[in-house]
Nanobody, 118 residues
Framework: VQLQASGGGLVQAGGPLRLSCKAS????????MAWFRQAPGKVREFVAN????????AYADSVKGRFTISRDRPKNTLYLQMNDLKPDDTAVYYC????????????WGQGTQVTVSS
């Protein structure tokens, strides 16, 4: 099972960016998929997740109303649409997967850098 994140880059504050996470090696009907991020010198934090089968979502308060998590089931791809980006959003973003019945995310992508300039 592999998760391949892409779409990071340098963007000005207030701008948009869309991250993608291509999943391969299995289907994720029994999984939750999520985005996490880790800024320099900080611990990794939860950003958003989605229940793959039904599409229900949850967000960290810091991104609610600005970020949207979605998935394309036929393409086995997870997305994170980020709007109104702020310098505090600068981080390495990771996609991850876990079984719905599990407590922890056990499948991780390699991360993609997002840098927001002020």
């Amino acid at each position: 099972v592999q998760l391949q994140a892409s779409g990071g880059g340098l963007v000005q504050a207030g701008g948009p960016l869309r991250l993608s996470c291509k999943a391969s090696g299995r289907t994720f009907g029994s999984h939750n998929m999520a985005w996490f991020r880790q800024a320099p010198g900080k611990v990794r934090e939860f950003v958003a997740n989605i229940r793959w089968s039904v599409g229900s979502t949850a967000y960290a308060d810091s991104v609610k109303g600005r970020f949207t998590i979605s998935r394309d089931r036929p393409k086995n791809t997870l997305y994170l649409q980020m709007n109104d980006l702020k310098p505090d959003d600068t981080a390495v973003y990771y996609c991850a997967a876990r079984l719905q019945v599990a407590d922890e995310y056990t499948i991780w992508g390699q991360g993609t850098q997002v840098t927001v300039s002020s």
